[in-house]
């Protein structure tokens, strides 16, 4: 007879990243920035207190809050209800959010292997920063981020943003006058699963 498989005691907390169908890819992502982002949080283990974003950077010209993103509806927790998204926008949570950029050369991990135009503040107050090293950004409850915009890329780098809260949501603003994006996207993309879209990134 056969020995019944022992129930391991830590097995719920090892979790594979998950790409939910409820999550609104970012139109003009497509062909920069990977259109979903790998997802941790709550929905993956309830007991967890922060919610986790992946994204790989491997071309210039778009971003977050630039103006490009096609809005629309996101449903992270369990029976929520979906609440609408204008991607295009800065915004604000109610929690601390951390950004990570870092580099993919093994020879040098300093180096992020691109350019980043990050703005923070809101306004005629919003402050521009140019990060060009594996850099973390650390953003306050409360305080306007973006636009996060890709300004260059010679080697794809990875951006990683962890909220500490189990479920994303934000307050949107308008974009900075100041704001001007360097590299201008191309247009004409078709959103994922759209007649005519070609999932090029293999996804």
């Not at 056969?2 to 830590?10: D, L, N, P, V």
């Not at 778009?62 to 993103?69: L, Q, R, Y």
């Not at 109610?94 to 923070?120: C, H, N, S």
Request: glycine fraction near 10%; hydrophobic fraction near 35%.
């Amino acid at each position: 007879m056969a020995e019944a498989k022992k129930e391991r005691k830590f097995a719920k907390y090892v979790n594979e990243f998950s790409r939910p169908d409820e999550y609104v890819p970012h139109e003009s992502h497509f062909g920069n920035i990977s259109h979903q982002p790998m997802l941790f949080d709550a929905n993956n283990v309830p007991e967890a207190h922060i919610h986790v974003e992946a994204f790989i950077i491997y071309a210039p010209g778009d971003g977050f809050g630039v103006g490009n993103a096609t809005g629309g509806f996101a449903k992270r927790m369990p029976g929520a209800k979906p609440y609408p998204v204008p991607w295009d926008k800065p915004m604000r949570h109610a929690w601390p959010e951390t950004f990570l950029y870092y580099g993919t050369d093994p020879k040098d991990v300093t180096d992020l292997g691109g350019e980043i135009e990050y703005w923070l503040g809101e306004g005629d107050e919003a402050e521009q920063y140019i990060i060009n090293k594996s850099t973390a950004v650390y953003v306050p409850a409360g305080v306007i981020h973006c636009p996060i915009y890709v300004r260059k890329v010679t080697r794809p780098f990875m951006m990683v943003v962890v909220l500490e809260s189990p479920n994303w949501y934000g307050e949107f603003v308008e974009i900075p006058k100041a704001f001007k994006a360097s590299v201008p996207h191309p247009k004409g993309y078709i959103m994922p699963g759209q007649p005519g879209w070609v999932d090029k990134e293999g996804a």
